[in-house]
């Protein structure tokens, strides 16, 4: 093995770069700014270059320093989820981030079988269309839209997003809704979304829609609620809906699906990989998704290419 400088020397410069300063380095370590100052001098007698540039009372990072300490705050932060997952391994709490539409639908309608399966856990579901980070602790995994790729993430692809018109029988009646052109002269929820010409294009009509005002939500949840209402039709995504669909609640005109281009991914930090209560999770996860296969086009199910 490589004799590498001390630790605690790297932990101090590691420090002191990040504030490019002293004395907020010696308050962050509890040390006197005095004992900051040798242990870099020490490394950097080590080193035989300078790892600050000194002047007029100030310090910046010199050219070597700047090298050094991407990867050594990298390392740091590495060490410190290492330790996190070992403590999340004895943690009896699952905390799950979930982004609306698919948390406040398909998920929390099966929560609840994961929590009997694993009676020694207990789940916290929370539900948001904001990026939650998950290095920062406090959530042990997310489930994310995408294209699969977030740094220091494992996403593990779980089905494709897709939409279609849905809407109440009633709404489908009143209006006549049988062909796709019919959608053209209704009232549509979200009518200047880019995804409702994609999806008319799909089924061979390739007029662009002209801009409409008209009601937007944050969610496929309260699109749901206003259909269901009678308000308007709306795309949304017929895996999150199957027991109103199974109902006749709602009613799913035409067979043709939009796929944006993303999909949905599980993810957790890299550094958790093998944590007891995120590996029953995953399992369990899959298992569910696994008996609603059915229920879509088998494309669906392949990962973004």
Same mark, same amino acid.
């Given at each position: 093995?490589?004799?590498?400088?001390?630790?605690?020397?790297?932990?101090?410069?590691?420090?002191?770069?990040?504030?490019?300063?002293?004395?907020r380095?010696a308050e962050?370590l509890g040390?006197t700014? %005095?004992?900051v100052?040798?242990?870099?001098?020490?490394?950097e007698?080590?080193l035989?270059?300078p790892l600050f540039v000194?002047?007029?009372?100030?310090?910046?990072?010199?050219?070597?320093?700047?090298r050094l300490?991407?990867?050594l705050s990298?390392?740091?932060?590495s060490?410190?989820d290492?330790?996190?997952?070992l403590?999340?391994?004895?943690?009896?709490?699952?905390? /799950?981030?979930?982004a609306?539409s698919?948390?406040?639908t398909w998920?929390?309608?099966r929560?609840?079988?994961?929590?009997?399966?694993?009676?020694?856990?207990a789940v916290?579901?929370?539900?948001?269309?904001?990026m939650?980070?998950?290095?920062?602790?406090?959530?042990?995994?997310g489930l994310?839209?995408?294209a699969?790729?977030w740094p220091?993430?494992r996403?593990d692809?779980?089905?494709?997003?897709?939409?279609t018109p /849905?809407?109440?029988?009633?709404?489908?009646?009143?209006?006549?809704?049988?062909?796709? %052109?019919?959608?053209l002269r209704?009232?549509?929820?979200?009518p200047?979304?880019?995804?409702?010409?994609?999806w008319?294009?799909?089924?061979?009509?390739?007029?662009?829609?002209p801009?409409?005002?008209? /009601?937007e939500?944050?969610?496929?949840?309260e699109?749901a609620?206003?259909?269901?209402?009678?308000?308007?039709i709306?795309l949304?995504?017929?895996?999150?809906w199957?027991?109103?669909l199974?109902s006749?609640?709602?009613?799913?005109?035409?067979?043709?699906l939009f796929l944006?281009?993303?999909?949905?991914?599980?993810v957790h930090?890299?550094?958790?990989?093998g944590?007891?209560? /995120?590996?029953?999770?995953?399992?369990?996860l899959? &298992? &569910?998704?696994?008996a609603?296969?059915h229920?879509?086009?088998e494309?669906?199910?392949?990962?973004?290419?």
């Amino acid at each position: 093995m490589r004799k590498l400088p001390p630790l605690a020397a790297i932990r101090v410069f590691e420090a002191a770069g990040r504030h490019q300063n002293f004395s907020r380095a010696a308050e962050e370590l509890g040390m006197t700014q %005095a004992a900051v100052s040798y242990q870099i001098r020490q490394l950097e007698d080590r080193l035989g270059r300078p790892l600050f540039v000194r002047d007029k009372g100030r310090v910046r990072l010199s050219e070597a320093g700047y090298r050094l300490l991407p990867a050594l705050s990298g390392a740091f932060a590495s060490i410190a989820d290492a330790f996190a997952a070992l403590q999340g391994d004895d943690d009896n709490v699952l905390t /799950i981030s979930a982004a609306v539409s698919f948390g406040g639908t398909w998920l929390s309608s099966r929560i609840g079988r994961f929590q009997l399966r694993h009676p020694d856990l207990a789940v916290r579901l929370t539900q948001t269309n904001m990026m939650v980070d998950l290095g920062a602790g406090g959530v042990d995994v997310g489930l994310r839209v995408g294209a699969g790729h977030w740094p220091g993430l494992r996403a593990d692809f779980l089905f494709r997003s897709h939409v279609t018109p /849905i809407c109440s029988p009633a709404f489908r009646a009143e209006h006549r809704v049988s062909t796709p %052109a019919d959608l053209l002269r209704v009232e549509r929820v979200a009518p200047s979304d880019p995804w409702w010409s994609s999806w008319l294009a799909e089924t061979g009509i390739g007029e662009p829609l002209p801009p409409r005002a008209g /009601i937007e939500f944050d969610s496929q949840i309260e699109e749901a609620s206003a259909v269901e209402g009678g308000y308007g039709i709306a795309l949304m995504s017929p895996l999150f809906w199957r027991a109103e669909l199974d109902s006749g609640r709602l009613v799913q005109p035409f067979d043709t699906l939009f796929l944006p281009g993303s999909a949905y991914y599980l993810v957790h930090p890299e550094s958790r990989v093998g944590v007891r209560k /995120i590996e029953r999770f995953r399992e369990w996860l899959r &298992e &569910e998704l696994e008996a609603d296969r059915h229920l879509l086009p088998e494309r669906l199910w392949e990962p973004l290419p």
